[in-house]
């Protein structure tokens, strides 16, 4: 089991077709898991957002984000940097 956040999501013009954004806490397996496991249950999802009498309900398609993910990096990155520097 591994830990999701929805991050952003990009509604269509029409508002027909949605592409969510997932951030996802866990190892490569686990986050390709949560990735699919949201994708199958776009049914539901959509089930639900029909209770909210919405003009159209949007196809979902869910995304991982890769965004938190490189934020990590980069910081890893400049602690590196910061390691490497002389005190002045």
């Given at each position: 089991?591994?830990?999701?956040?929805i991050?952003?999501?990009?509604?269509?013009?029409?508002?027909?077709?949605?592409?969510?954004?997932v951030?996802?806490?866990?190892?490569?397996k686990?986050?390709?898991?949560?990735?699919?496991?949201?994708?199958?249950?776009?049914?539901?999802?959509?089930?639900?957002?029909?209770?909210?009498?919405?003009?159209?309900?949007?196809?979902?398609?869910?995304?991982?984000?890769?965004?938190?993910?490189?934020?990590?990096h980069?910081?890893?990155?400049?602690?590196?940097?910061?390691?490497?520097?002389?005190?002045?």
């Amino acid at each position: 089991m591994s830990l999701c956040n929805i991050t952003a999501v990009d509604l269509s013009n029409d508002y027909r077709h949605a592409r969510v954004y997932v951030s996802v806490i866990g190892d490569a397996k686990q986050k390709e898991e949560a990735i699919k496991a949201l994708n199958h249950a776009e049914g539901f999802f959509r089930h639900e957002l029909g209770r909210l009498n919405l003009k159209y309900v949007p196809s979902l398609t869910f995304y991982f984000d890769t965004g938190a993910q490189y934020s990590q990096h980069i910081e890893e990155l400049l602690r590196t940097v910061r390691k490497d520097t002389p005190e002045e």
